[in-house]
């Protein structure tokens, strides 16, 4: 729904641009809470991406609702991915530790994952639904758990053996 999506019209008009057939890689560096993760294997599960800084206040804040979204859901096949800004990110083990990040955190090294999905402010949550397509760009923070509820709803894709 687009109450769910942050920004203006035009704000949107850019965030179309973004391809929700094939979200873009995960970054390889800089895991923490789990080995490096692939879109490709999580295939069959709800992704959620968070978007965030090491040096982001509203980040650090919303650390507590974003690992609930990971506990709660963790059954229902969700995954919650903290997408880490490269400036900053010397300082990830001691955030992750400090405010007790539960769910796996990467550095997005470059920049490569957030420019191509067009990400302009910390925190951002993309959602990728069960199939891999990107179903929600740029979701209001209050509507995550909305979006994660509608997409765990929603039957898992038949999988193909040319797969």
């Known amino acids: 729904p687009a ?3 942050e920004g203006d019209r035009a704000k949107r008009a850019r965030l179309a641009k973004v391809d929700t057939a094939n979200p873009p890689a995960l970054p390889t560096d800089g895991w923490m809470n789990s080995e490096p993760l692939t879109l490709e294997e999580l295939r069959g ?3 959620v991406l ?3 800084a090491t040096w982001c206040a509203p980040c650090k804040k919303a650390v507590p609702k974003v690992n609930c979204f990971a506990a709660k859901y963790a059954e229902h096949d969700v995954v919650v991915i903290g997408v880490c800004q490269e400036r900053g990110s010397e300082k990830l083990a001691e955030t992750v530790d400090q405010f007790g ?3 796996p955190v990467c550095v997005d ?3 490569a994952m957030a420019k191509a999905c067009e990400v302009d402010g910390f925190p951002d949550y993309y959602v990728i639904d069960r199939a ?4 929600v760009v740029d979701c209001n923070a209050n509507s995550v758990e909305s979006a994660i509820r509608l997409l765990v709803a929603e039957k898992a894709p038949t999988r193909t053996a040319s797969r």
């Open 45 to 47: 599960k709800v992704v």
């Open 109 to 111: 090294t470059g920049g």
């Open 3 to 5: 109450n769910w999506l």
């Open 50 to 52: 968070d978007f965030w």
């Open 101 to 103: 990040i539960s769910y």
């Open 132 to 135: 891999g397509t990107l179903r």
